[in-house]
């Protein structure tokens, strides 16, 4: 009955690729067997970054949820919610925008980086220099004790912690310190060998039909050197290998050893390559199938897990508005 608390969000910003499911749903399926999961979209915050269009997000949630639940997400095991829905986080997220010094925010390693990428869009916003606190008021309203983030995300983290310190100092213990639970990083390249991103074009979706997964294996970028089969290849430059050591992880030294001895081809390994992976996402694929056919259920589960989260989102509220006398 005393699991911990783990809570984790993801941007509705589309299709998830398979970076995205090894680097984080994978184990967030893993982790709802163990403790007291909460997963939610996080649909304010992909405003931030995103505001001028909004006109796919509704779409992206409902198919960030598909991809949650054909990965293996069980709402009978762990509480999924929209953050929109749950408007308790704007207020704490308020309440903290009170207390968080300027200085801790804008020297956030992550939004000096976006300010100088993002270049094509304006996010000079108090919203995107603010996304620390907001992130901080989701994870600290679950009082969780656990966050599952990509490294990317631990400045985030870091300032999630001292937003709850200066809160805890000010106003009285509430709030635990959330802990980053770090995945071991599984990483995949795109198919052309760099990182497997979107706006890369090189990613293989969660959602691809066998077929779709099996033309992109087939595109995919191995050892440059390698022209005949006889070629003594070098796996460890090979995209394809990268994957075999996910997906073929029992005939690994097998396939290293015929392609260092020239004995396969790249064709045929591709093909291997692509079956394994057909069978690692079958199950995956057909349950996609199966909740596709049933209309309403992304809805139906997200208003589940929606009341779930409020509940316990109301009661942090009303000791954080009793522990600041803000509770005329
Ligand atoms: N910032 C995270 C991302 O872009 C998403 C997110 C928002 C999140 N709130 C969170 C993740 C709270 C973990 C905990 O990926
Ligand atoms: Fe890569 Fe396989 Fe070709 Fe070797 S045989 S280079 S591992 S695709």
């Not at 911990?4 to 998830?16: D, V």
């Not at 649909?43 to 054909?70: F, P």
């Not at 953050?83 to 390693?109: D, G, V, Y």
Request: glycine share 6%.
């Amino acid at each position: 009955m005393n699991k911990k608390t783990i809570l984790s969000g993801m941007r509705p910003t589309g299709a998830l690729h398979l970076g995205n499911y090894f680097g984080a749903l994978e184990n967030w399926v893993r982790l709802q067997d163990e403790y007291n999961c909460y997963f939610f979209v996080a649909d304010w915050h992909a405003l931030t970054t995103g505001y001028e269009d909004t006109s796919e997000i509704k779409n992206n949630i409902d198919d960030l949820v598909i991809d949650w639940l054909s990965a293996g997400l069980d709402p009978q095991k762990c509480t999924m919610f929209l953050q929109s829905s749950i408007k308790q986080h704007a207020e704490l997220h308020l309440l903290f925008s009170m207390i968080t010094p300027l200085s801790w925010l804008q020297r956030c390693p992550t939004y000096k980086d976006q300010l100088a990428q993002l270049k094509d869009r304006d996010i000079t916003t108090y919203g995107f220099l603010g996304y620390p606190c907001l992130m901080a008021s989701d994870i600290l309203i679950y009082k969780a004790d656990f966050v599952p983030v990509g490294e990317d995300q631990l400045p985030h983290l870091e300032l999630a912690r001292e937003i709850a310190r200066r809160f805890n100092f000010l106003y009285g213990s509430v709030f635990p310190e959330p802990q980053p639970l770090l995945t071991e990083a599984k990483v995949l390249p795109g198919t052309d060998g760099r990182k497997m991103s979107k706006s890369y074009g090189n990613t293989i979706a969660l959602s691809d039909s066998p077929e779709e997964i099996q033309k992109k294996v087939m595109t995919m970028v191995t050892d440059p050197e390698r022209i005949r089969k006889t070629d003594p290849g070098h796996p460890e430059v090979c995209s394809v290998y990268k994957y075999h050591k996910i997906f073929s992880s029992e005939e690994i030294c097998s396939i290293e050893e015929e392609c260092r001895g020239g004995k396969i081809g790249c064709v045929q390994c591709k093909k291997k390559l692509a079956g394994k992976m057909a069978e690692y996402f079958e199950p995956i694929y057909e349950r996609r199938q199966n909740l596709l056919k049933t209309p309403g259920i992304v809805r139906e589960i997200i208003n589940d897990g929606n009341k779930k989260a409020m509940e316990k989102a109301e009661s942090t509220m009303q000791e954080i508005r009793d522990a600041m006398k803000i509770n005329w």
